[in-house]
C-alpha cells in the first residue's frame, strides 16, 4: 500500500492522468521590481538589461484590473476565482496574493489562465495600493491597465511624464513554463500561480524576441513641450517616419502609429510564473 501511494503522489506531481486525493492552488500577481520598486527600469550598463538609449523608467503608479482565474485540466472541472479586481502593483512588496483553490484535484492541472478587462460593477479593490476612486475612474473610462511615471536620461535637465490608460479586454490561457503546461497540484499540498506582469513591454521597440528598450522616440512626441507624453502625442507619430530597424508593426494589422503599437504592447504585459507565457486572444 505505501509503495502504491508514493507512486501515485508521484505521477500526481509529474502530470498523471489519474488524480490521487486533493490539494490547493494559492494564487497571486505581481509586477516584479521593474513595477514594485521606486528604481525602476534602469538604462543598460553592460550586460545588464534597460533602456539601450540611456532613459531610465520608474513607475509611481500601476493599476491593473484581472480576474477570472482559472485551473482546470483537459477534460476536468474548471476551478475559478471570483470576479476582476484591481491591483496597484507599484510599491507593494512582493506578490500580492489574490486568493486560494482548495480541493484541486491532485494532478498537472494544464489549463491555467486568466483575463485582463476593464472593471465591472462589482469590482473591489484587490489590495491596499488600489481605492474605490481608482476602480470608478477605470470603470467609467472602460480601462483595464492605467500606468504612471517617469522618464530621466543623464544630460536632460527635466524629466518626461506619462499617464496611459488602455481599454483591453486579453484572455491570457493555456499559460506554460519552459514548456509545462498550467501547475502540478500534490495530493495533500499547496502549489503557487503567479500571474506576472512585465511593465517593461511598453517600451519595447518591436513584438516578440529580440525587442530592446527604447524611449528617445516617445519623448520626442512631447509636441507641445510640456514634458509630458499623452497617447494622443503618440497617436501622431507616423511608423514610417521613425527608423526601420524598430517599431515593426508585421503582424499587427492596423497599427500604422507609435500608439497603435503601444496598444498591442500593452496587450502582452501578461505573463505566468515569471518568464512564462500564455495564449494572448484580443477581444
Known amino acids: 500500500m505505501k509503495k ?37 527600469i534602469p538604462a543598460m550598463m553592460g550586460s545588464t538589461v534597460g533602456f539601450v538609449d540611456g532613459w531610465s523608467v520608474r513607475f509611481t503608479k500601476f493599476l491593473v484590473s484581472v480576474g477570472q482565474v482559472s485551473v482546470n485540466s ?21 506578490p500580492v496574493r489574490i486568493g486560494s483553490l482548495p480541493n484541486v484535484p491532485a494532478r498537472r492541472q494544464d489549463l491555467v489562465g486568466y483575463r485582463i478587462a476593464p472593471p465591472t460593477a ?62 502540478a497540484v500534490p495530493s495533500g499540498g499547496t502549489a503557487d500561480v503567479q500571474l506576472t506582469i512585465h511593465g517593461d513591454h511598453f517600451f519595447y521597440d518591436r513584438v516578440g524576441a529580440d525587442a530592446q528598450l527604447r524611449f528617445e522616440d516617445i519623448a520626442a512626441a512631447d509636441r507641445n513641450m510640456d514634458n509630458m507624453v499623452t497617447l494622443e502625442e503618440l497617436a501622431m507619430v507616423d511608423l514610417t517616419t521613425l527608423p526601420r530597424d524598430r517599431y515593426d508593426p508585421s503582424g499587427a ?28 486572444t484580443r477581444r
Open 74 to 94: 483537459t477534460g476536468g472541472t474548471a476551478n475559478t476565482l471570483p470576479p476582476l479586481r484591481v491591483y496597484n502593483l507599484h510599491g507593494t512588496s512582493g
Open 253 to 280: 494589422p492596423n497599427v500604422n502609429t507609435l500608439r497603435d503599437f503601444m496598444g498591442v504592447l500593452s496587450t502582452t504585459v501578461g505573463h505566468y510564473n515569471g518568464e512564462g507565457e500564455c495564449t494572448v
Open 4 to 40: 502504491y501511494i508514493a507512486l501515485g503522489a508521484l505521477l500526481a506531481g509529474c502530470g498523471g492522468d489519474a488524480a490521487v486525493g486533493t490539494g490547493t492552488v494559492n494564487v497571486a500577481i505581481w509586477g516584479e521590481e521593474y513595477i514594485e520598486s521606486t528604481a525602476g
Open 122 to 183: 462589482d469590482s473591489t479593490p484587490g489590495n491596499s495600493g488600489a481605492t474605490a476612486s481608482d476602480i470608478t475612474a477605470m470603470r467609467s473610462g472602460g480601462f483595464s491597465l492605467w500606468v504612471e511615471g517617469t522618464a530621466t536620461k543623464p544630460g536632460r535637465a527635466t524629466p518626461i511624464t506619462f499617464r496611459w490608460t488602455f481599454g483591453n479586454t486579453v484572455d491570457y490561457t493555456r499559460c506554460e513554463l519552459e514548456g509545462a503546461f498550467g501547475v
